[in-house]
Antibody, heavy 121, light 107 residues
């Protein structure tokens, strides 16, 4: 069974970098994209970025300048760094797996449980 | 960005009820729509992709339909484990975007 588990610091100071890692078990990382999605308190889910094992990435234009993703296939993990954070980045962060439908578009088929990150001094 | 509007935002229902949730896209998305279920403190669970294709293991009392801009998720007979919040997601636009959720509560 595919399982994803987020880990990382739950409290980050303003202007610093948020760093999260997602550990994948029960599946190979090949043939999928691996993504981060967040939900700020009281707001809708927001897709952040994705990466595949070849290091190909896409990110939300609204966050692109601050997002860095990486993948470590030897440890079945992928990571997110979000720079220059503010209180607006306080959210539950989810990692997820994306797979192609028959037309080649990527949809989320597995999610992690989510981890709360608070940006505060 | 493509805006996804779900309705209702919440509803009360009883076990055995037929429940329908609507998701509308601000522009046509063909059938590139997914539905998720989330319970408090749990990982969201994928139910449906391509508007109507059930994920493996999803009970057959769930069904999805629609194309273009209007989509529905139907639970034909609500079970106790179905009380949760449901979200739609369009995945043809860039970036992908989500609906605001529909919470199903016990009447």
């Amino acid at each position: 069974q595919v399982q994803l588990q987020e880990s990382g610091r739950g409290l980050v100071k303003p202007s610093e970098t948020l760093s999260l890692t997602c550990s994948v078990s029960g599946a190979s990382m090949n043939n999928y994209y691996w993504s981060w999605i967040r939900r700020p308190a009281g707001k809708e889910l927001e897709w952040i970025a994705r990466i595949n094992v070849n290091g190909n990435t896409n990110s939300n234009p609204s966050l692109r300048s601050r997002v860095t993703m990486s993948v470590d296939t030897s440890n079945n993990q992928f990571s997110l760094k979000l720079g220059s954070v503010t209180a607006a980045d306080t959210a539950v962060y989810y990692c997820a797996r994306e797979f192609h439908d028959s037309d080649g578009y990527l949809y989320v088929d597995y999610w992690g449980q989510g981890t709360l990150v608070i940006v505060s001094s | 960005d493509i805006q996804m509007t779900q309705s209702p935002s919440s509803l009360s229902a009883s076990v055995g009820d037929r429940v329908t949730i609507t998701c509308r896209a601000s522009q046509g998305i063909n059938n590139h729509l997914a539905w998720f279920q989330q319970k408090p403190g749990k990982a969201p669970k994928s139910l449906i992709y391509a508007a109507s294709t059930l994920q493996t293991g999803v009970p057959s009392n769930f069904s999805g339909s629609g194309s273009g801009t209007e989509f529905t998720l139907t639970i034909s007979s609500l079970q106790p484990e179905d009380f949760a919040t449901y979200y739609c997601q369009q995945y043809i636009g860039y970036p992908v975007t989500f609906g605001g959720g529909t919470k199903i509560e016990i009447k």
